[in-house]
């Protein structure tokens, strides 16, 4: 019965910010590794950010000093901060929990 649902994708312009939430019901991130991937068409899934019930973070080095993972416990909500978004950017972005659980995915278009 766990569901996990992203959202904030969209288009936006290289330089520019989006943030996305993955929500969870049926269990806590507070208690669980959390990740984000992305996948654009024609290559694999890549691994971007990870924050664990410690709270310690790890990225991407293509991301990293631009995007922020963060956890809010009381919403049981995880988000992805990007920043100077890049059109290599683009992909759609999932999060996963517990190494096992997927949300649906949320398109994120950077034009340039």
């Known amino acids: 019965q766990v569901r996990l649902v992203e959202s904030g994708g969209g288009l936006v312009q290289a330089g520019g910010s989006l943030r996305l939430s993955c929500v969870a019901s049926?269990?806590?991130?507070?208690?669980?590794?959390t990740e984000w991937f992305r996948q654009a068409p024609g290559k694999e899934r890549e691994l971007v950010a990870q924050?664990?019930?410690?709270?310690?973070?790890n990225y991407a080095v293509s991301v990293k000093e631009r995007f922020t993972i963060s956890r809010d416990n009381a919403k049981n909500t995880v988000y992805l901060q990007m920043n100077s978004l890049k059109p290599e950017d683009t992909a759609v972005y999932y999060c996963?929990?517990?190494?096992?659980?997927w949300g649906q995915g949320t398109q994120v278009t950077v034009s340039s």
């Open positions: 996963r929990a517990g190494f096992s659980f």
């Open positions: 924050i664990t019930s410690a709270g310690n973070t």
């Open positions: 049926g269990r806590t991130f507070s208690t669980h590794t």
